[in-house]
């Protein structure tokens, strides 16, 4: 039973994991915390970041809009849940290790993370949910849109899942 669930939302929006949070903390009667956490230099900015110069106007527009979502989704669920943001520190961290980190800061039994779908662009590099699985002994449900609601939960204490 879960009792504390972090769901991470970001650029993509993953309505899936949203659901699928907002469903599980209907199901266990758990408090529900939604966490963006916020590049100050984006990765989609790419080699366009010196035109780009009211960047950081640009990245909070857009932590305004996943809010925004995120929280009309969360009042027509009829939920409540805490809002965290954390800006990206320059320390190297990513952005799954962020999550990590607050998942152990904040408690959480629960880590709710939406699937992203490789591209070749992507090849080779490190998701979000990769270096979260390898940071945390939490659960974690990875959440896709046709499985959101009745998604199992990866219990990380007892499987093979950390990777070198």
Request: with cysteine.
């Amino acid at each position: 039973m879960n009792q504390h669930i972090l769901v991470a939302v970001g650029p993509n929006f993953s309505e899936a994991a949203l659901s699928a949070a907002i469903a599980r903390s209907r199901e266990n009667n758990a408090r529900l915390t939604v966490l963006h956490v916020i590049e100050s230099v984006p990765s989609w900015a790419g080699w366009q970041m010196e035109c780009l110069c009211d960047m950081p106007a640009l990245v909070n527009q857009l932590a305004l809009v996943i809010r925004r979502n995120s929280e009309k989704m969360l009042a027509r669920a009829g939920i409540e849940a805490d809002w965290q943001t954390r800006t990206l520190p320059e320390d190297g961290r990513s952005i799954g290790r962020v999550i990590a980190d607050e998942a152990e800061r904040l408690d959480a039994d629960l880590i709710v993370l939406g699937a992203r779908k490789p591209g070749l662009l992507k090849w080779g590099v490190n998701h979000v949910r990769n270096v979260v699985c390898r940071h945390t002994n939490r659960e974690v449900l990875i959440a896709t849109t046709g499985v959101a609601r009745k998604a199992p939960v990866i219990a990380l204490r007892d499987t093979a899942l950390h990777a070198s």
